[in-house]
């Protein structure tokens, strides 16, 4: 690793060490984060070296969460992923009814194709709303339209804003906006919502759950949720929390319909179902949305940091990289 990329990499582990030792120090998450908020000279330093970091020093190898995306959104609205993920619902609730009913219930599967496809024969492009952008890497692809955030933009074509406290306004209280107003965000107006390296560097599980909850809002009746979090463990090492993930945002009415864990990533892809999550669904939410930094008073973010000498300099860019990257807190 050179000098320079170090010095990179330790202005992002800097940022979020100081996050949560304050969470652990001060406990008023608020308080925590208007601090971070306020200070925007630490924040324009962080930006500035994530842009590097990302358009400078990662490799291919790096970027493959940007492409893992880009594949999972262009199968599942272009090609057969949607209905394969219809017809996989359709035979569950078969089932569920058979065992409820105790009775043969023979349909197959084209009959059980009945769910809404809003997105049959597409030909629009997909809005995709990403969160935490930095740089706006899916402008590149000619498919998508897109909305970038970043509560410090690193380029101009992404929005300042801090999701964390945005408002998700229903259409039928639509407002009339300038370049001057604050941004709004609308129910049901995204096809695809990304949360790459986010939720995971929110100090806070509340604070995931409320980006989630967000997502589900802001998606359309069968978009999907991407998130991409961090881990060069082996592939079954963290596997209870991942589990924890999926069954919790079950409750919520995101259900997973896709993961693969990469090299140094874990990546889902979850279906916005119509269901109404209830007050208590959302109060226990947190719970399911656990890192192990959360448990760890020692941090072990730090440890996950920590450069491995047999591992070569792209690995070494690599996790240093995922596992540095700010829990971007927007506002809209």
């Not at 058979?98 to 769910?115: A, P, Q, W």
Request: with cysteine; proline share 4%; aromatic share 10%.
């Amino acid at each position: 690793m050179s000098a320079e990329h170090q010095d990179l990499v330790n202005i992002i582990r800097g940022v979020h060490d100081k996050l949560r030792k304050a969470v652990r120090n001060v406990r008023d998450i608020d308080k925590v984060w208007a601090d971070h908020l306020a200070d925007e000279e630490t924040r324009k330093k962080y930006s500035s070296a994530m842009l590097k970091l990302a358009t400078e020093v990662w490799s291919e190898k790096g970027e493959s969460r940007i492409q893992w995306s880009y594949n999972t959104c262009i199968d599942y609205f272009f090609g057969q992923g949607l209905k394969r993920c219809l017809l996989r619902a359709a035979r569950k609730k078969k089932i569920q009814f058979m065992k409820k009913s105790d009775i043969l219930y023979s349909l197959n599967d084209e009959d059980l194709y009945l769910m809404p496809n809003n997105y049959e024969n597409i030909t629009r492009k997909l809005k995709l709303l990403d969160v935490g952008s930095c740089y706006n890497p899916f402008s590149k692809f000619s498919e998508f339209s897109c909305a970038a955030i970043d509560l410090t933009p690193a380029t101009e074509d992404v929005l300042e804003c801090d999701f964390l406290s945005a408002e998700v306004v229903p259409y039928s209280k639509k407002v009339d906006t300038d370049v001057n107003s604050p941004i709004v965000l609308y129910e049901a107006s995204f096809d695809i919502v990304i949360f790459s390296l986010v939720l995971e560097y929110l100090p806070k599980p509340e604070q995931r759950a409320i980006f989630c909850y967000k997502a589900w809002q802001l998606l359309q009746e069968n978009g999907i949720c991407i998130i991409i979090t961090p881990d060069s463990k082996p592939v079954n090492y963290n596997a209870k929390l991942m589990k924890k993930w999926r069954d919790g945002l079950e409750l919520i009415g995101l259900q997973r319909i896709q993961y693969e864990k990469l090299e140094h990533l874990h990546c889902m892809a979850f279906r916005k179902i119509l269901t109404s999550p209830t007050t208590e669904d959302l109060q226990v939410l947190p719970n399911y949305l656990c890192i192990p930094q959360d448990t760890n008073k020692n941090s072990s973010e730090e440890e996950n940091m920590t450069i491995n000498s047999e591992r070569t300099d792209i690995e070494n860019t690599t996790v240093s990289s995922h596992f540095s990257e700010l829990p971007v807190f927007y506002n809209l």
